[in-house]
């Protein structure tokens, strides 16, 4: 009987872990929306990078220009969301020019009038005292 209750012991172990082991993948996929890195030389980057310019220097009143992609990630569950940081330049009154980096966020819509929603904001890192 012992012997027994250990090989339905051992069947039940291997089978469960085929069936995780196969199953994992597949549930990470559907199961599993988080930021993924995007490629920032690409040419989706640099257009969502002009976007994200234009959009701060309306927002603002401000007059950056863009100089680089820093960071691109995207995610997707059901509508495509963009996260960008973008350095810029700009003229400042103590030296010739500063650099500013933005953090935008964009969804993007199936809608032709509007395509493009795109929330844009200074980056600051968390100063600690």
Same mark, same amino acid.
């Given at each position: 009987?012992?012997?027994?209750?250990?090989?339905?012991?051992?069947?039940?172990?291997?089978?469960?872990?085929?069936? &995780?082991?196969?199953?994992?993948? !597949?549930?990470?996929?559907?199961?599993?929306?988080?930021?993924?890195?995007?490629?920032? !030389?690409?040419?989706?980057?640099?257009?969502?990078?002009?976007? &994200?310019?234009?959009? !701060?220097?309306?927002?603002?009143?401000?007059?950056?220009?863009?100089?680089?992609?820093?960071?691109?990630?995207?995610?997707?569950?059901?509508?495509? !969301?963009?996260?960008?940081?973008?350095?810029? &330049?700009?003229?400042?009154?103590?030296?010739?020019?500063?650099? &500013?980096?933005?953090?935008?966020?964009?969804?993007?819509?199936?809608?032709?009038?509007?395509?493009?929603?795109?929330?844009?904001?200074?980056?600051?890192?968390?100063?600690?005292?």
């Amino acid at each position: 009987m012992i012997y027994f209750k250990v090989l339905l012991f051992i069947i039940i172990f291997i089978i469960t872990n085929v069936l &995780t082991i196969n199953v994992k993948p !597949y549930l990470k996929k559907i199961l599993y929306h988080d930021w993924k890195p995007r490629k920032i !030389y690409t040419e989706k980057a640099l257009r969502l990078a002009f976007e &994200t310019v234009s959009a !701060y220097n309306v927002k603002h009143h401000a007059h950056q220009d863009y100089r680089k992609v820093l960071k691109m990630d995207s995610k997707y569950n059901g509508t495509k !969301y963009y996260q960008l940081f973008v350095l810029t &330049t700009g003229y400042c009154k103590v030296q010739l020019q500063c650099y &500013t980096t933005l953090h935008s966020f964009i969804i993007l819509t199936r809608n032709k009038a509007n395509p493009l929603k795109v929330m844009v904001e200074k980056y600051e890192k968390d100063k600690k005292s």
